[in-house]
C-alpha cells in the first residue's frame, strides 16, 4: 500500500508569487491534514479536510488556504509569498477523524522562498 | 489552548544504552491524546507510541515506553536498548478528544545515539 505522497519534494519561490502543494493520501483515508514546520516555530498545525470539508483551521493568514478533492486529494496554496514562508510543508492522512485515529506523514514539501 | 515543552533541545545515549526524554504539557481538558513522533533525516514523521489519557496504564511498544503522569501532565519517552537507528528528532504532540486530527507538537528533542 502505497504511503502518503507529497509534491513535489523542494520548490523555489520568489516574494510576491503563489504556490501550490499537493497531497495523495493513502488509499482509503478520507482525512488529511497540513502542518507548517519551521526552525523559530516548530510544528503549527495549518488545516484539515475530511470528505471535501474543512473541519479546523489553524492560525494562518488567510494566504494560507486548501482543499480537499472527491478522491480525498488535498492542495495547499499560500498566495503572496513571504521571506517567512519558507518551511517544511507536511500532509498528514488518516481514515477517520480525532479519537483513535492513527495519522500516517508523508515527506513534506521543503519550500524555499527568496 | 494547549501547549506542549519539550525542556530537552538535545540528548545523547550511547548504543544499547536507556534514554529519558521529557515532555510537559498544559491543558484544561481531561480527556486527550499524546503522542511521541519520530522524525528521521527523511523528514517523514513516524508514530513512536500514542497513550490516552484516560488509560491509567502506561503504553509500551517494544523498546518504546512511557511514564504518564496525569496530575503532573507530564508524559516522558524512554527508549531502551537505544540502537543507531534511533537517532532522529522527536517530538511529543497533544490531541484534544474532539479537536479532530489537529496535533499540538512541542519543539522537538534530537536524539544522537553514539557507537
Known amino acids: 500500500k502505497a504511503g502518503v505522497t507529497q509534491t513535489p519534494r523542494y520548490l523555489i519561490k520568489t516574494r510576491g508569487q503563489q504556490v501550490t502543494l499537493s497531497c495523495s493520501p493513502i488509499?482509503?483515508?478520507?482525512?488529511v491534514s497540513w502542518y507548517q514546520q519551521t526552525p523559530g516555530q516548530g510544528l503549527q498545525f495549518l488545516f484539515e479536510?475530511?470528505?471535501?470539508?474543512?473541519?479546523n483551521k489553524g492560525n494562518f493568514p488567510g494566504r494560507f488556504s486548501g482543499r480537499q478533492f472527491s478522491n480525498s486529494r488535498s492542495e495547499m496554496n499560500v498566495s503572496t509569498l513571504e521571506l517567512g514562508d519558507s518551511a517544511l510543508y507536511l500532509c498528514?492522512?488518516?481514515?477517520?477523524?480525532?479519537?483513535?485515529?492513527?495519522?500516517?506523514f508523508g515527506s513534506g514539501t521543503q519550500l524555499s522562498v527568496l | 489552548a494547549q501547549t506542549v515543552t519539550q525542556s530537552q533541545p538535545e540528548m545523547s545515549v550511547q548504543e544499547a544504552e536507556t534514554v529519558t526524554l521529557s515532555c510537559t504539557y498544559d491543558?484544561?481538558?481531561?480527556?486527550?491524546?499524546l503522542f511521541w513522533y519520530k522524525q528521521p533525516p527523511s523528514r517523514q514523521m513516524i508514530l513512536v507510541i500514542r497513550?490516552?489519557?484516560?488509560?491509567?496504564q502506561n503504553a509500551t511498544e517494544n523498546r518504546f515506553s512511557v511514564n504518564f503522569q496525569k496530575a503532573a501532565k507530564s508524559f516522558s519517552l524512554k527508549i531502551s536498548d537505544s540502537q543507531l537507528g534511533d537517532a532522529a528528532m522527536y517530538f511529543c504532540?497533544?490531541?484534544?478528544?474532539?479537536?479532530?486530527?489537529?496535533?499540538?507538537f512541542g519543539g522537538g528533542t534530537r536524539l544522537m545515539v553514539k557507537p
Open positions: 504532540a497533544y490531541r484534544s478528544r474532539n479537536a479532530g486530527n489537529m496535533l499540538t
Open positions: 497513550q490516552e489519557a484516560y488509560k491509567q
Open positions: 488509499s482509503g483515508h478520507r482525512s
Open positions: 479536510y475530511f470528505s471535501e470539508t474543512q473541519r
Open positions: 491543558t484544561s481538558e481531561s480527556d486527550y491524546y
Open positions: 498528514a492522512s488518516s481514515l477517520a477523524r480525532g479519537q483513535d485515529e492513527k495519522l500516517f
